[in-house]
């Protein structure tokens, strides 16, 4: 059974910082690319980051560019968020997810659509 389990969420001061993980299991992830999205209260799911299933070219949306870092250990089947400057905008909940359809190929996808696995999500609440 394909599971992906997030963890690492909380409540933050502004200006805080939080490590998100997303543990993956059932199967061998480490081929693909992953990525974070997030979803606010009465907003539509948003990008996030993503990362190729080799570490390469990392992408992130523009609110977060220069504050949040995505990386992986393959090793571990596991994927991070590391999101330091923390504000009131980054409330959501945080999925990460997989993109399954081209496996060793070093791409990265920003759409959610393109995504096949999903975790259940953590909260993040930034407070002023």
């Known amino acids: 059974q394909v599971r992906l389990v997030e963890s690492g969420g909380g409540l933050v001061q502004a200006g805080g910082s939080l490590r998100l993980s997303c543990a993956a299991s059932?199967?061998?992830?480490?081929?693909?690319?992953m990525g974070w999205f997030r979803q606010a209260p009465g907003k539509e799911r948003e990008f996030v980051a993503a990362?190729?299933?080799?570490?390469?070219?990392?992408s992130y949306a523009d609110s977060v560019k220069g504050r949040f870092t995505i990386s992986r250990d393959n090793a571990k089947n596991t994927l991070y968020l590391q999101m330091t400057n923390l504000q009131p905008e980054d409330t959501a909940i945080y999925y990460c997810?997989?993109?399954?359809?081209?496996?060793?190929?070093?791409?990265?996808?920003?759409?959610?659509?393109?995504?096949?696995?999903w975790g259940q999500g953590t909260q993040v609440t930034v407070s002023s």
């Open positions: 997810a997989v993109d399954a359809s081209s496996p060793w190929i070093v791409r990265v996808t920003t759409t959610l659509d393109e995504y096949d696995y």
């Open positions: 059932g199967h061998n992830f480490s081929m693909y690319c």
């Open positions: 990362i190729s299933w080799s570490g390469d070219w990392p």
